[in-house]
């Protein structure tokens, strides 16, 4: 699959199993990272909530993808080692232990420690029995008006099969009996993800949200259901009844033979996805066996892919909790800001973006830096802009409701020539970019949906405008999506530039991606799949050589995810030279560091916190004059550098190239707050110094950082 000495490289490394960590047990521990934050004693409650909620997304989406596909593969034969060596029924063994156990620890975490800390704090989670007079009025009003009328009840028996269960759904299973026949049925109730699954009955009639002027008393919506059960079936004995759930196999497998019919294809496999099979069954502990038993059979599942749990299931409704306008209870509020170089010097009135992009390259830090005031601002201002003549914009992910797609329409219906590049499969948004997809389409944008057999990951904007000079290129490169409503909560870097250089690049890959132009040469870019791993091979290799000439030599590399071979083999090359890097990993790490011999000279450190660490950014060099400085959209995972267009950018201003070496800095202090990988694939917190005293929290050190330089005047 790869040759480590394929990039000038003749000395042995040990055997994968030795040098590499599972890509899924690495994916775990970063969920696992996720639940300490949770566990945080020191955490604003609410912020504790919220991490159990984004456990519980992170698992579904792990079962419905990685679990899903790796069952799949085993069905059909087509499963092969992992890369360390692991046979794949012994991975699967594997990953469901320890995922059980992951979640009875988010489970009991929730019942023990924060869920009466929510009760100190008068958020009281009830049940039915423990309502007042009052509140079971308001909740049987509730019932009768919002909750009965959307409500299905499926009985099963020889007349009524076994009904669909949607993935994710939550459903409650109930066990009756005719009166006169002595029959025993089951029948299935879904409870309707269309309203809020946490009712605050102490509320007033016109408010179900709690705030600090009076306690919230939140009964789940399942129990409402459940007390109600024999309005639903009326002349029925009810037996019993309890909460399931069922995870599908959520992944799409696209055939992209004939790029014409793609969005056909993709509509069709859509359809298929809801009727996956099932990989995960969560049930409550008073399951009746009966129930149990029918579930099992009816979904083909096994026991070890049955996992039971106490209530709530599906604790991704704690955003409803985690929402609570409290603000005691959550982070200091932190307001994304206009950039310096974007706002008027004695006021806050957005300037020209065209003239502040003339004067200098502008590198923006989000959410530190508003996007709104921003990469919005940028297509806004180009859509009414007389002098552009066109906009070319790739989309990965974007929003509901979405200004950069409002922007492009309104620069098509103005006369502009507007291309967009929608990438219909980006995973869980293929119904959306669909719909997107469709919308520009009757605005008169040109649509395409990049190159066969490869997504389209690449973050990118061209502006072509008519001036003096002639046509003018401004570009914007970024490290995350054209997203309004995740740009508030993840980080990403973007530049915003007039640079000829990156306008030519940028040119070049727009039309490789709407035409043919398969043997593009860049100046400033390195693009996905043909340059990013051999540039950035050529890049480690040199540091390498660096340090065997007794040089200095350093690589900092900030990434979601590492998994790639070659890329891991060179950086345990380079650290046999001597070079010193340092990996700054969110998410999957298949790198072991302190290894000696091999990875001694590596260090990877990991940051969970408000934000979501989502920029790529990778620096060569050890002194800061002549560093190299990439930002872009790939992560060093297979899929980013063989199978997606990615485009990282090359960054010239020494401004920017120390404002990226500096979080580095800031990320490997000793007095930052991080977590540490050892060389077995344990992460370890390190908060507190050998006193005990908080260690710094790097989003907020990064906050004060912008805050600072927006209220220091600029020269």
């Keep these: 699959m790869y040759d480590v000495t394929a990039f000038g490289q003749e000395h042995e490394l040990p055997a994968p199993p030795d040098r590499f960590l599972d890509r899924e047990l690495s994916w775990l521990a970063f969920n696992e990272r996720v639940l300490e934050m949770a566990a945080d004693q020191q955490m604003p409650l609410l912020e504790r909530v919220n991490f159990l909620s984004i456990f519980a997304s992170n698992l579904d989406e792990f079962f419905m993808v990685r679990v899903a596909g790796l069952k799949r593969r085993i069905a059909t ?17 594997s990953l469901g232990k320890h995922s059980h156990q992951l979640m009875e620890r988010h489970a009991e975490l929730l019942k023990s420690d924060i869920g009466p800390k929510l009760r100190d704090e008068g958020i009281y989670p009830v049940s039915m029995h423990e309502l007042t007079s009052d509140e079971r009025v308001l909740v049987d009003e509730f019932f009768q008006t919002r909750v009965f009328p959307v409500l299905t009840p499926l009985a099963v028996d020889p007349a009524h099969p076994f ?3 949607s993935g994710l759904s939550l459903n409650l299973g109930v066990l ?16 309707p993800q269309i309203l809020p699954r946490f009712i605050n009955v102490s509320a007033t009639a016109d408010s179900r949200q709690a705030s600090a002027e009076f306690p919230a008393r939140l009964l789940a919506l399942e129990d409402i259901i459940a007390a109600n059960l024999g309005q639903l079936f009326e002349g029925m004995e009810i037996l019993d009844h309890s909460l399931f759930r069922v995870t599908r196999n959520e992944d799409l497998e696209v055939e992209e033979d004939d790029a014409e019919n793609l969005l056909k294809a993709l509509e069709k496999e859509l359809l298929r996805r809801r009727f996956g099979p099932a990989v995960r069954l969560e049930v409550t502990e008073d399951l009746h066996p009966r129930i149990r038993e029918l579930l099992k059979s009816e979904l083909g599942i096994d026991d070890s892919e049955i996992y039971e749990l106490p209530n709530p299931l599906d604790m991704r409704g704690l955003t409803v909790i985690a929402d609570i306008n409290r603000d005691d209870l959550h982070f200091p509020k932190a307001v994304p800001a206009m950039n310096r170089y974007l ?7 957005q300037v020209d973006i065209f003239e502040a992009m003339r004067e200098r390259d502008i590198l923006l830090h989000h959410p530190y830096d508003s996007f709104s005031t ?21 989309l990965y992910r974007t929003s509901g409701d979405s200004p950069i797609i409002d922007a492009l329409i309104d620069a098509a219906q103005a006369g502009k020539q507007v291309l967009a590049v929608v990438e219909i499969k980006a995973r869980f948004d293929e119904e959306a970019n669909i719909t997107w997809a469709r919308q520009l389409e009757r605005a008169g944008v040109h649509v395409v949906y990049g190159i066969v ?25 970024g490290t995350g999506n054209y997203h309004p409503k995740t740009a508030r909560g993840y980080e990403d870097f973007g530049l915003l530039t007039q640079d000829r250089e990156v306008g030519q690049d940028l040119t070049k890959l727009f039309n490789q991606l709407s035409g043919y132009a398969p043997h593009a040469d860049y100046s400033r870019l390195l693009v996905a799949p043909s340059m990013v791993r051999e540039g950035l091979l050529e890049h480690i290799t040199a540091e390498t ?4 000439a007794g040089r200095p030599a350093s690589i900092r590399i900030k990434v979601n995810s590492i998994v790639d071979e070659a890329i891991i083999d060179a950086l345990y090359l ?3 030279a001597g070079v010193q890097v340092e990996l700054f990993v969110r998410g999957i790490c298949s790198i072991r560091p302190g290894i000696k011999g091999l990875s001694e000279n590596i260090q990877v450190r990991s940051v969970l916190g408000r934000y979501l660490e989502h920029s790529r950014l990778f620096v060569f060099g050890s002194a800061r004059s002549e560093l190299t400085v990439y930002i872009g959209s790939a992560d060093l995972m297979h899929r980013n550098l063989d199978r997606r267009v990615e485009a990282l950018v090359r960054l010239t201003s020494p401004e920017h190239i120390a404002e990226i070496d500096g979080l580095f800095d800031l990320a490997f202090a000793p007095t930052t707050s991080s977590f540490h990988l050892g060389p077995g694939g344990i992460w370890n917190r390190h908060y507190e110094d050998t006193e005990g005293n908080r260690l710094d929290d790097y989003q907020s050190e990064l906050i004060r950082r912008h805050h600072r330089r927006r209220t220091v005047p600029q020269a």
């Design 77 to 93: 034969g087509l499963a092969v080692p992992s890369i360390t060596g692991a046979q794949p029924r012994a991975v699967m063994r």
């Design 163 to 165: 009904p669909y269960i």
């Design 176 to 191: 009756l009996k005719h009166p006169h026949t002595g029959n025993e049925v089951f029948a299935r109730v879904k409870v």
């Design 343 to 349: 706002s008027q010097t004695e006021s806050s009135e």
């Design 374 to 394: 921003s990469v919005q601002a940028f297509l806004e201002q180009a859509a009414a802009d007389p002098k552009v003549l066109a906009i070319k914009q790739t």
């Design 453 to 477: 057999g490869l997504k389209t990951h690449a973050k990118l904007s061209l502006v072509i405008r008519q001036e003096a000079s002639g046509l003018v290129r401004y570009c914007h490169v």
């Design 545 to 548: 050589e660096h340090a065997r």
């Design 574 to 576: 380079a650290s046999r």
